[in-house]
């Protein structure tokens, strides 16, 4: 059966690793989705491709930030939002934690 995994980006060093994670799960037949709540570099072509994927497996990333979702073709969403999406989830995994 499916799961529904939220996966929380607050340290810019794990995101790139944590987008890595985020389609491992949607390929693994999960639905994976996302949050980034700190600003970070742009990503590169690959991983944009991989934020595609990870849609195309009807999961979503999103930022809190707005340049990060301006830079990265992020789905802008705010704290509300967030905590509401996260009702909804069988797991949230905090990634990255130092």
Request: net charge negative.
């Amino acid at each position: 059966m499916s799961k529904k995994l939220f996966f929380m980006y607050k340290n810019p060093d794990y995101v790139v690793d944590g987008i890595r994670s985020a389609l491992g799960q949607a390929v693994e037949n999960n639905y994976a989705f996302g949050a980034v709540l700190t600003d970070m570099p742009e990503l590169d072509e690959h991983n944009k491709e991989n934020v595609d994927w990870i849609r195309d497996m009807e999961g979503e990333m999103y930022s809190t930030v707005p340049s990060v979702c301006e830079k990265n073709e992020l789905t802008p969403i705010t704290l509300e939002e967030l905590g509401k999406q996260l009702r909804d989830m069988d797991l949230v995994i905090p990634y990255g934690i130092k």
